[in-house]
């Protein structure tokens, strides 16, 4: 007679379900499409949606491309160690580099104008953490990620490493210029 | 396969333990419990660190001893644990013996030898990869070598859990079908055996690649399988908490089902679904397209979801159904008030049913969803999502069954009851005010894993916001309450099985003694069809409900200011 027993009725799966039972699969069975759906909805009308363009790559092709476009749009040198910092025209691809422990270039947008972000990995995995506009995202080696990218604020953003990455990760922050 | 073995039926609780299966299970569940100690010891130094104000360890030792606290709690504590479970809703439930003990005691040997090197790789340094450990950081050889032996001496446990029901079946000790808390067992054991295959794909490879046998594993390949593995196992954990609530209930309450239908239909959904979730760690990945993110992330996995919704209303729903027909039938909540809230093993099963529905659900399904998966992706939102589900939801479980198993499977005098009757209280709620201001944290953005939020010493550093600090050093506080919570749960264990009063172990007999058949009863057939027999458990599931909705929108909402991407 209870749930540490066998079903004292030989049939248990003729019962008839009780109608809390019942109301509440109906319920909890609408709500799970809702989520299901809204998912599909956002990528039909909603801003906020990731791209999922992904090539194949290795360190020194990804990293050839990147000092093309370093060369092309470094607009000035940061902090001691010349960090350069890049700005390309609206619409144009930009490349940024996660490696132990750093993000370079620093690159600079304009406030409501699309980008093409292009990242990878020359080692471990790390992470994007964009802040304080808290976006999200894995950067895996050997793939070579492209986001599209529009800023709606401006202002000074980090890149916060936050997958870890080996003994300097809480070292690893990149920086992004909005204007 | 010898035949000389004793069965004691226990006078407490009537439950009959074989004599091999009461050893192992014994064997089992204490092993686990020391890596809970460990765990635990390692858990101060993991949060001390976290405290920004403490900012105790320095940061190699941080990432040494958060690798430990993960593997010794999420994987050593909590099997070892689950085995003995297996063990009980197999041999003990069914009144069989064991199958093949010899084997059951070379798994548990393997386990043991296993999760040893593990540990001591760990502590030799180089190996500080975190349990994830991902390629291609490396961790020394003996740290997967450790994993995969554990992972072998499982699953054998698990092929000894499906011969104990054969052998069941075969020598006739019940009749019909096998109880819920079994069929749910059987549920984990299912998802256990695919969980540690997929363990094995990837975990072999990563120690022929630390061996240098094999020069490269794909580090997304690496990922998607890691999570397979790491995601179901975690269904696992699932299938067996909410056996034991199932068997709290019954056991406290005299609970039975509300239907049997509905709850072993829910757990039949989890293992036609659950195994695809492995998709929701890798929303923010490259590489997986739309489709298939959506489809595995959500569709199938709002089926388990959905699952777990039923089990939510079920447990409380039988509870209040057992109560209601033991008189306590004023309003829709007396049910609840009379409960016997100073018994720590109904207690904890109440604590952890609400902790997991509501902190650890909502906050499972928010970051298992396509696009709200960017806005904590990796920030510590994610164990404070998955301190709700193992610890409130499982580990509290675990312990709530610990306090009924004492003067029943270990026969023993339970140690100042006085301290026990506090201690989910204790664990449980800091563990809940734990995870609140660890979400609220990661909401911030703080990133998990991550040993100075100050940046200190960096050139383009960056500072968080105030609030930031302040939840960090909230989980500080509430961590160590929670520790201290841990602590008294193993003394009272500890303390019982060493000092504790010996109890009458009750008659031994060489033969089992079948399971009486159970006749049925005029309320099993009168609530069913009819009635609306928990209304109380229906209204706190709209409280569900309603937060779990508003919760889920206003994180819509956020992420709709959130930068352009498309
Ligand atoms: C007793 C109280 C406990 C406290 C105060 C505690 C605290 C913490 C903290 C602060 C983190 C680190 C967050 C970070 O920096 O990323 C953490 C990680 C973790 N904890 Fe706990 N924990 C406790 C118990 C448990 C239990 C019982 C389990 C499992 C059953 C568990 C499983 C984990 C896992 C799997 C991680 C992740 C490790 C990683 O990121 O690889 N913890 N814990
Ligand atoms: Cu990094
Ligand atoms: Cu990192």
């Known amino acids: 007679m209870s749930a540490i027993l066998p079903p004292a009725e030989r049939l248990w799966w003729k019962h008839p379900l009780d109608r809390v039972e019942g109301t509440w699969i109906a319920i909890a069975f609408v709500w799970c499409l809702v989520m299901f759906f809204m998912m599909i909805y956002w990528h039909a009308y909603g801003q906020q949606n990731l791209s ?21 749009y470094t607009i000035r040198t940061e902090t001691d160690g010349h960090i350069p910092v890049v700005a390309v025209p609206p619409g144009g691809d930009v490349y940024l580099i996660a490696r132990l422990w750093n993000f370079s270039p620093i690159l600079e947008f ?44 401006s202002g000074t953003f980090s890149v916060v490493c936050n997958e870890y990455c080996g003994i300097g990760h809480h070292t690893m922050v990149g920086r992004i210029y909005v204007k | 396969m010898s035949q000389t073995t004793t069965y004691r039926t226990c006078p407490r609780s009537g439950l009959q333990f074989e004599a091999n299966a009461e050893k192992l299970m014994t064997a089992n569940a204490v092993t686990a419990v020391v890596f809970l100690l460990l765990g635990g010891i390692l858990a101060i130094g993991v949060v001390l660190t976290r405290w920004p104000a403490v900012h105790w360890l320095e940061a190699g030792r941080f990432y040494q001893v958060l690798t430990a606290h993960g593997l010794d709690m999420l994987i050593f504590w909590v099997i070892f644990f689950e085995i003995a479970v297996l063990y009980f809703c197999s041999s003990t439930l069914l009144r069989c013996r064991l199958a093949t003990p010899k084997i059951a005691w070379l798994a548990f040997a393997l386990m043991l030898i296993g999760a040893v090197t593990n540990n001591v790789a760990v502590y030799q340094g180089g190996s500080s990869v ?16 450790g994993l995969i032996l554990f992972a072998v001496g499982a699953l054998i446990a698990c092929f000894v859990f499906f011969g104990t029901l054969v052998v069941a079946k075969r020598d006739q000790t019940y009749q019909g079908s096998v109880p819920l808390v079994t069929f749910g067992a059987i549920t984990a054991c299912i998802i256990a055996v695919f969980t540690i295959a997929s363990g094995a794909i990837i975990l072999i490879p990563t120690y022929l690649l630390s061996l240098g046998v094999i020069d490269r594993v794909d580090p997304l390949v690496y990922r998607t399988i890691w999570w397979a593995f790491g995601h179901s196992s975690q269904q696992i954990n699932v299938a067996a908490h909410i056996s034991i609530w199932y068997a709290v209930a019954a056991i406290t309450f005299g609970a039975k089902p509300m239907s049997e ?190 040993w100075d939020l100050s940046f200190s010493g960096v050139a383009m550093a960056y500072e968080w916001p105030g609030a930031a600090y302040l939840m ?21 264990t500890v303390g019982s099985l060493l000092w504790g009063k010996r109890l009458d172990q009750g008659e031994r007999s060489p033969a089992p003694t079948p399971i009486p058949l159970t006749a049925p009863t005029a309320a099993v057939q009168t609530y069913g069809s009819t009635g609306f027999a928990a209304p109380g458990t229906f209204v706190l599931a709209l409280v569900f409900l309603v937060s779990f909705v508003l919760y889920y929108f206003i994180n819509w909402k956020y992420l709709s200011t959130l930068w352009g991407l498309s």
Request: proline share 5%; net charge positive.
């Open chain 1, 52 to 72: 999922t363009e992904t090539y194949k790559t290795t360190p020194e092709l990804f990293a050839k491309k990147a000092q093309a476009v370093i060369d092309k």
């Open chain 1, 110 to 153: 304009e406030k409501g104008q699309t980008y093409r972000l292009h990242m990878t990995s020359m080692d471990y995995n790390h992470g994007f953490s964009l802040q304080p506009a808290n976006i999200n995202i894995q950067i895996v080696p050997g793939y070579e990620h492209v986001v599209t990218i529009t800023p709606n604020q």
């Open chain 2, 130 to 145: 975190m349990m994830t450990s991902y390629v291609p950081m490396m961790a020394a050889p003996s740290f997967y070598l």
């Open chain 2, 261 to 450: 239908r509905v709850s072993r239909g829910a757990f039949l959904l989890y293992i036609l679904f659950l195994q695809l979730a492995s998709a929701h760690h890798l929303l923010s990945d490259p590489g997986m397209s739309t489709e298939w993110k959506i489809v595995n992330t959500s569709y199938f996995m709002y089926f388990a979801v959905l699952a777990s919704m039923i089990h939510g209303l079920t447990v409380p729903g039988a509870i209040e159904v057992a109560q209601r027909a033991k008189g306590y039938n004023k309003g829709l909540f007396e049910w609840l008030r009379k409960a016997p809230w100073g018994n720590p093993t109904f207690s904890g099963v109440f604590i952890s049913i609400i902790g997991f529905g509501f902190l650890g659900g909502i906050s499972g399904v928010m970051m298992g969803t396509e696009q709200l998966n960017m806005l904590i992706h990796n920030t510590v939102y994610v164990p404070g999502h998955f301190h709700a589900t193992v610890v409130i939801g499982t580990t509290l479980s675990f312990m709530a069954l610990t306090y009924f198993l004492i003067p029943v499977l270990f026969k023993r005098e339970m140690i100042n009851p006085g301290l026990a009757k506090w201690q989910p209280y204790l664990f449980g709620l800091s563990m809940y005010f734990f995870c609140l201001v660890m979400m609220g944290a990661g909401t911030l953005g703080v990133p998990r894993r991550h």
């Open chain 2, 472 to 492: 960090m050093g909230l989980v500080g506080i509430a961590g160590v309450a929670a520790i201290i919570g841990g602590a008294i749960y193993i003394y009272i």
